[in-house]
């Protein structure tokens, strides 16, 4: 397989994986009553939202081999915008619930992959463009991941057992 027809195929699993990203962090935005935890994940759907639109406009570029630096651009100025995601002064007395727990959960899981996602196709990739591309992008998932995971570190209440399957 021609290396671009390899980097396609590979674009378009990674929108397919953002495309499951959003759909999560919008599930757990409505199935959560709290307002502050709901806006949160709402606010990760739009910024997957964003990966799916710079990773269909990459896919364009790769396609007819042009030059990338436009997108490059928008893409660096994007994320640095969306570092911080959410005030985390409200996560200090929430408690948790078993949604929040499983869509944690999930959403973890979901960002784990994300950034091995990327870190393996920088990885394979020789064009400097490409690889920061990809850099970027695991760069963006990690901070997903470590906003999530801030949030459940300070939540206070009790554990409990759970099921993915329940949320």
């Not at 021609?2 to 409505?30: G, R």
């Not at 997108?71 to 949604?99: G, H, I, P, Q, W």
């Amino acid at each position: 397989m021609e290396k671009n027809e390899e980097l396609i195929k590979e674009i378009k699993k990674a929108l397919k994986n953002e495309e499951v990203s959003k759909k999560l962090y919008n599930d757990a935005s409505n199935k959560i009553n709290n307002q502050e935890v709901s806006d949160f994940f709402s606010s990760l759907a739009q910024d997957e939202e964003s990966h799916v639109k710079y990773l269909s406009k990459y896919l364009k570029y790769v396609d007819k081999d042009t030059d990338i630096f436009d997108l490059m651009f928008d893409l660096k100025k994007n994320y640095f915008a969306s570092k911080e995601l959410f005030d985390r002064s409200f996560v200090k007395n929430l408690t948790k619930t078993k949604d929040m727990l499983i869509a944690i959960q999930k959403a973890t899981e979901q960002e784990k992959k994300a950034i091995d996602y990327y870190s393996n196709c920088s990885s394979l990739e020789n064009n400097p463009e490409l690889i920061e591309f990809f850099d970027i992008m695991k760069k963006w998932e990690q901070g997903h991941l470590e906003s999530i995971l801030e949030l459940f570190e300070q939540m206070d209440g009790n554990e409990f057992s759970y099921e993915l399957d329940d949320f």
